[in-house]
Nanobody, 119 residues
Framework: QVQLVESGGGLVQPGGSLRLSCAASGITFSFYTMGWYRQAPGKQRELVAGIGSGRMTNYADSVKGRFTISRDNAKNTVYLQMNSLKPEDTAVYYC?????????????WGQGTQVTVSS
């Protein structure tokens, strides 16, 4: 059974930082591309960042230079370091996994963790 468990969300002031973690089980982690999505109230879910099995990364334009995605294959964990947070970063953040093969869709999802940026 595949499980993705996020942690690290919370309330932070504008300009602050948070680090999200996602622990995976039930998959051969190193074979998977991992992603972080977010969904704000009334908006569609959007891809924030992704990291491939070869550690190639991609980011949404809105977070480039502020967020960093990384992975630790020994710990089956992917991270999202979020710096210089803005109120518009407020959302539920989801971890996702897909096989590292071109054309595959994200098929495994975590339960989400709330990030709120507010003074």
């Amino acid at each position: 059974q595949v499980q993705l468990v996020e942690s690290g969300g919370g309330l932070v002031q504008p300009g602050g930082s948070l680090r999200l973690s996602c622990a995976a089980s039930g998959i051969t982690f190193s074979f998977y591309t991992m992603g972080w999505y977010r969904q704000a109230p009334g908006k569609q879910r959007e891809l924030v960042a992704g990291i491939g099995s070869g550690r190639m990364t991609n980011y949404a334009d809105s977070v480039k230079g502020r967020f960093t995605i990384s992975r630790d294959n020994a710990k089956n964990t992917v991270y999202l370091q979020m710096n210089s947070l803005k109120p518009e970063d407020t959302a539920v953040y989801y971890c996702a996994a897909r096989l590292g093969i071109p054309g595959t869709q994200y098929e495994h999802w975590g339960q989400g963790t709330q990030v709120t940026v507010s003074s």
